[in-house]
């Protein structure tokens, strides 16, 4: 059996401590992937990110699955990363593309290259007084604030001009500033997940009672959803707006804007919960990708006939 890397965190990993009110995902996840990896000759292995890196020894491959608290610690998560990557374990997805996500000001390159975004304003920092210039900048009453390095909805807020952050609040961090959008209490936020490349499942993700925000963590829950051709082509083409080409997975979430196109809200390639309950072939799919991606690795790294050949002359 090839051993695979599941990386995860002490708050999602099962164990005697406290865990994330979330960690059930990890176990979902967990339970969908090591039956379809052991029929492709795999072994699942849970490991921390934190552990010592001889920990890893004889571990060929690292998903980067419930890290999730990486987004307070992004250097030492990177330098892990790059170190892990340095003892010859195939990272996915690699450190130079968790270096690209990481930092959330990546959606002003994929706009660039041709993806519908959610209007933005980024900023190093923001008070009630440029909460208010947000407002009159996107000619709405309510705007969202984001980290610009952050996941899971942790450190959001949302403001409206009835309901504005205190005097002397500030964000204390860089942060993008974005209209809310009705529709994702109305309709719910769009999740594409894609393997290799290719689309594998969709998810709709509705908040729940009084929430706008879409995360378990704060009531929201998830239903099944089959995209059409449209909003479909939208996910595809962020996808296609990517700088690499290569990713093992990606999640799109998005979001639809009032003119009625869906929009890029987060384009994930670190740790994405990739949904297996929406996507029961997700295991199977993760599996064949991982298994090829390794087989390819094994035949770049054999020598060539003449090579061999060189080799047994006297």
């Known amino acids: 059996m090839i051993r695979i890397g599941f990386l995860a965190c002490a708050d999602t990993l099962p164990g005697d401590g406290p865990r994330r009110g979330d960690a059930f995902e990890h176990d979902l996840e967990v339970a969908a992937l090591r039956p379809a990896f052991e029929n492709a000759g795999l072994e699942l292995h849970e490991i921390d990110w934190r552990a010592p890196l001889e920990d890893f020894d004889g571990i060929a491959l690292i998903l980067l ?92 807020y949302s403001f409206s001009r009835d309901d504005l952050p205190d005097e002397g609040w500030s964000m204390g961090r860089a942060c993008m500033v974005q209209p809310f959008l009705p529709s994702i209490v109305d309709e719910g936020e769009y999740t594409f997940v894609f393997v290799d490349g290719a689309f594998s499942h969709g998810v709709l993700k509705r908040a729940g009672e009084g929430e706008y925000r879409i995360q378990s963590l704060y009531g929201g829950y998830e239903c099944d959803y089959a995209p059409d051709p449209q909003d479909l082509a939208r996910a595809e083409a962020v996808v296609a707006a990517l ?36 996507g029961p072939g997700l295991g199977q799919r993760l599996a064949q990708a991982i298994a090829a991606r390794l087989a390819d690795r094994a035949v770049a790294a054999a020598p060539s006939p003449s090579t061999r050949a060189a080799l047994r002359q006297p």
């Open 65 to 156: 699955g419930t890290a999730w608290d990486y987004q307070d610690h992004p250097d030492a998560f990177l330098a892990k990363l790059e170190a892990l990557a340095a003892r010859g374990i195939q990272v996915c997805n690699p450190p130079e593309v968790v270096r690209w996500n990481v930092d959330k000001r990546y959606l002003k390159e994929l706009e660039k290259n041709g993806a519908t975004s959610v209007p933005t304003l980024w900023r190093t920092d923001i008070d009630r007084a440029g909460i208010e210039a947000a407002m009159e900048h996107f000619d709405t009453d309510r705007v969202v604030v984001k980290r610009q390095v952050g996941a899971g909805g942790l450190g959001q």
């Open 243 to 278: 700088p690499f080409a290569d990713l093992l997975y990606c999640r799109i979430d998005m979001a639809r804007l009032p003119s009625g196109d869906l929009a890029v809200m987060e384009a994930e390639a670190i740790e994405p919960y990739l949904y297996p309950q929406q």
